[in-house]
């Protein structure tokens, strides 16, 4: 045979060898992985913020505390009394216009600011007490911070005069009546505990419990008064006691007069014994 029919003869048996052998290696080939995008990830919500319970009740009582600040035109009465010593001689005071809270400061507001309640007859609405004068100007201090105001103690003569009714003063024994079962907490009616502030009825400028629940400190050293006519008075300028005023829960209605005073050391404290505040200029 020729030998060129010979390689063509073996040519042709090896192409259908070759065929096969790509066919089977192509099917065999593994089919590349198809990779399927992941889908987005949801955002997530982000959670609503806590609202602060202290910083909101502390907010919630300046407010109050605002609102229930009551306006004192300024003006002229006689300062005192005539029955007892410590308030005699009867004097003339001018006092300029200033606001004065028509309650008693309250446990709740006391709280807010302080974190703290030191009462013994425990009730948000009833007023503070177990405080010494020393913790009032701490007090107020950090309220002043917070509200950005001058709130204070009222000095005696301004304590007295809105006792008395300011200008609409009808000259009553005890701070809006002479009857002091209609506004006075006191040793007759107490059942000798505290009473929520503004239970009773208010004198002529809308104040509250004035005389009776918590005796008040005011921001005066305690000195004997003098027959001198007088423009808003601060007191003495030192002392050992603070004044307080307006008798409370466990006295008797001789102590609940507007003109009636007592005092204590700075650092003293009472059951018996809480605060007012005031304001120059709101």
């Known amino acids: 045979m020729n030998p060129k029919h010979i390689i063509l003869t073996l040519l042709l048996m090896l192409c259908p060898i070759g065929m096969a052998a790509q066919s089977t290696i192509t099917r065999n080939k593994p089919k590349p992985a198809v990779t399927k995008p992941k889908p987005a990830s949801k955002p997530k919500a982000k959670p609503a913020p806590r609202r602060n319970s202290s910083t909101t009740g502390l907010s919630a009582e300046l407010n109050k505390l605002i609102n229930n600040m009551v306006y004192v035109s300024g003006g002229t009465f ?57 913790d ?13 105001r001058n709130f204070r103690l009222p000095t005696e003569a301004e304590w007295e005069f809105a006792a008395r009714g300011g200008n609409y003063s009808r000259h009553y ?49 305690y000195g004997s008064y003098s027959s001198y006519s007088q423009t808003d008075p601060i007191g003495p300028n030192s002392g050992s006691d603070r004044v307080w005023r307006g008798g409370g829960w466990y006295d008797s209605v001789w102590n609940c007069r507007s003109s009636y005073r007592n005092y204590y050391a700075p650092r003293d404290c009472s059951d018996y014994l809480g605060l007012r505040l005031v304001l120059s200029q709101l």
């Not at 009032?136 to 950005?148: A, D, E, K, P, V």
């Not at 907490?185 to 809308?206: C, I, M, R």
């Open 78 to 134: 006689i300062m005192g009394g005539d029955d007892s010593s410590d308030q005699m001689p009867t004097h003339n005071v001018t006092l300029s216009s200033y606001y004065i809270c028509k309650y008693e400061v309250t446990q709740a507001l006391w709280q807010a600011v302080m974190d703290s309640n030191p009462s013994k007859f425990k009730g948000d609405y009833r007023p503070v007490e177990g405080v010494s004068w020393n």
């Open 173 to 221: 024994k005890y701070s809006g009546s002479n009857y002091i079962g209609d506004v006075a907490w006191y040793d007759g009616n107490s059942g000798d505990h505290t009473h929520p502030v503004g239970t009773k009825q208010a004198n002529e400028l809308g104040l509250y419990d004035m005389s009776g629940n918590v005796w008040e400190w005011c921001s005066d050293w």
């Open 136 to 148: 009032c100007q701490t007090f107020i201090n950090r309220l002043n911070s917070y509200t950005g």
